[in-house]
Nanobody, 120 residues
């Protein structure tokens, strides 16, 4: 059974760097053709795709976030990590990690999500 679990950073102050880790079990992050994503949902808004790291380690980011986002991975721990620099109140959201089975499919497995609040 594939499971994804986001870490819980809780409260982050404006201008700080948000770091979130997704721990994956039941599926290897290095096995093709899977893609590993970060998605967020601000309060009262729809889902926003943020970026992805492929099984080969290639990354792709949403153009609106490209200057602030990076996604990396720790293959021995089967984890991938989101870093978002210079956060502001607009980055307050529920953050999810999710697996895409292959590039043409939607997400097939999701973490439960973690609430991130940006506030001083």
């Amino acid at each position: 059974q594939v499971q994804l679990q986001e870490s819980d950073p809780g409260l982050v102050k404006p201008s700080q760097t948000l770091s979130l880790t997704c721990t994956v079990s039941g599926s290897s992050i290095t096995t093709a053709p899977h893609y590993w994503n970060w998605v967020r949902q601000p309060p009262g808004k729809g889902l926003e795709w943020m970026g992805v790291i492929s099984s080969r380690g290639f990354t792709y980011y949403a153009p609106s976030l490209e200057s602030r986002i990076s996604i990396s991975r720790d293959t021995p721990k089967n984890q991938f990590t989101l870093q978002l620099i210079s956060v502001a109140a607009e980055d307050t959201a529920e953050y999810y990690c999710a697996r895409m089975n292959n590039w043409s499919d939607g997400m097939d497995y999701w973490g439960k999500g973690t609430q991130v609040t940006v506030s001083s």
